[in-house]
């Protein structure tokens, strides 16, 4: 089993997986926006619980979006998890 990583680890590891996402030509752009929106709420200097609740809104939103390749949507629901696991 891995060792259990400090919560500010755990965000900057959900932030290279959302910019992974992002980078991906097949996702529409109004998700890559939404996408950039979570990752500079996670960049943000406030209390982290704040953050994961602001983040998981937004990626609750993204995965509403029907544009979207089911692959990317199992991403999103991937980074959910993670989030959900930090606080």
């Not at 979570?38 to 602001?54: C, F, G, Q, Y």
């Not at 809104?57 to 199992?74: C, G, K, Q, V, W």
Request: proline share 5%.
């Amino acid at each position: 089993m891995a060792p259990k990583h400090n919560v500010a680890e755990q965000i900057e590891e959900i932030i290279s997986i959302l910019r992974e996402v992002g980078d991906d030509p097949s996702v529409p752009r109004n998700v890559k926006l939404k996408i950039q929106q979570t990752i500079a709420n996670l960049e943000e200097k406030t209390e982290a619980s704040i953050k994961v609740n602001k983040a998981l809104h937004f990626l609750d939103e993204i995965a509403d979006d029907s544009n979207m390749e089911p692959y990317t949507r199992t991403q999103i629901w991937n980074v959910v998890s993670l989030l959900e696991k930090v606080c």
